[in-house]
């Protein structure tokens, strides 16, 4: 590995473009190498970069013996096809969320990514904020006591395009993948632990996905969560976490940068951490720590536990009787 | 009826005390005549408030001609029982929430009243505040769109005291009477319906009454809530609607002060009503303007509606499978 860790970007769209902006704030991060199936897409975006090599085709990226790690920014009913490449060419791999699109696809994932030594971890970007490491650790010190409710929302309001990756089943459209991830992989963050019992309520739109959703989960008699996921409709996008001695509040929790303390007795508190751009740096970060010390996944944000969430989305789904048409 | 309206107050608890506060400041209101079981009690309540009458016993206050209104504050398993006795007695009545234990008795109060031509109306205090005639207005006025989501959580946390009334099933004890039923009632005044479908997760703790929950509702396939209750966690107690063109959030909805509006493409915009007090007044007033009009039930919360929640709230518990033991 040179000085820099070397990244090649596979897939170049609206995601990868905010990824990239936070990458090029690290210092020991080059953007090496971009990749697209449109050599005119590679071409303009690696120019914009300046990336030292562009490519026209994944393979050719993964199989750039000078790449330390791949981000692939591609759809995620693509994460399972692109991973494996990279992976399998004894590369990295940073995959953006969500991980995949079933429990199934995550495995054979996080399997490859063992069978080659090779470091792999799910883009959940909010995960790696410094608020949510001061969140972590604030529990860890029971600053709120026993947590016995988690709250979180996230949902955003667009037109019903039916072949649009939102409302598109063949690209494992809906809510629930899509922004639902943020919030069930926030619960899964706080509790450490799945859910023993969901109920839900929920609505499949017009081209068969899910618009609309609440969820509660169920961990232990005095542990619950209620999560929220639409893609028809706006919500606050916060989160709290809850517990026997007082509560924790995330405004806008997909780019956190503030906490509210509300304790028992106590006027509330707000420490705040700010940042530049957008934070898609922090995860950067992480994988930067973690290849730099040899491991091959991230303490942070564990395999099992992305697995785990994959397996309470699949559960989820299959509630709702909500299969993809290439899972048949 | 003389100019000013004549309050008898039946129970004079903690919540008597609360609301006689407010009803102090209202020119038009006389705190007349006040009751409790024990003399030495009603004479050390009525001497504060400058009682004219003063009763041992609530038979004497329902009989007092001079008594325009009566007011019932006393534990919510015995609000049929005072309620009719008032209403028996030819007396309106303003019955402290719960209004009544379950539907069944709300019924036999409603019939009463109506039997009696009185006025009688349900104490939710919350619904009478100029913060939710302002919301209603807005609603009205479809600033937000059309909802499809009301958030709301009302959580207090104790220490669990088995014979108290929190925790009594003897007593109707639980968080979703006690508590529950604000969410419960700002959700029906946001919808102006019931719930079609209701899911929940749910704990009934070791005396038997239920001490955390979450209830999703829904009213159609783009109208839910979620709503959470507790008796053993302390939570914000904030109300959000959530619509197609932005949401309204009402923090510490149990004392409304404040909205605060997003709408999509604006700044937030917080609308403050700021009052006296508790806020108690607010229902007090409702009920003179109603008296003062010759109504029977109050337009802000007709009857059918208090009967429809606790309709509901009889579902709930009997999906629990919660009876309380004088319900058998």
Known sequence: MSDKIRWGLIGLGFIARRFVNDLARLPDAEIYAVASRSQEKADAF???????????????????????????????????????????????????????????????????????NRFLMDAFWTRYFPAMDKLRELLAEDVIGDVMLVQADFGGRGPVVPEKRHFNPDLAGGALLDVGSYCIQFASMIYGKPPTDIVSQYTLGSTGVDELSVLVFRYSDYEMATLTSAIRLGTPHEARVMGTEGYIAIPNFWHPNELTSVLSGQAPETLRFPYEGEGFQFEAIEVGNCIRGGLIESPVYPLEETLTIMQTMDRIRADWGLRYPFED
Chains 1, 2 share one sequence.
């Open 46 to 116: 690696g120019a914009e970069y300046g990336a030292t090599k562009i490519y026209g085709s994944y393979e050719d990226l993964a199989n750039d013996p000078n790449v330390d790690v791949a981000y692939i920014g591609t759809p995620h009913n693509l994460h399972l096809e692109h991973s494996l490449l990279c992976l399998n060419a004894g590369k990295h791999v940073l995959c953006e969320k969500p991980f995949a699109v079933n429990a199934k696809e995550a495995q054979v994932m996080i399997d490859c990514a063992r069978e080659k």
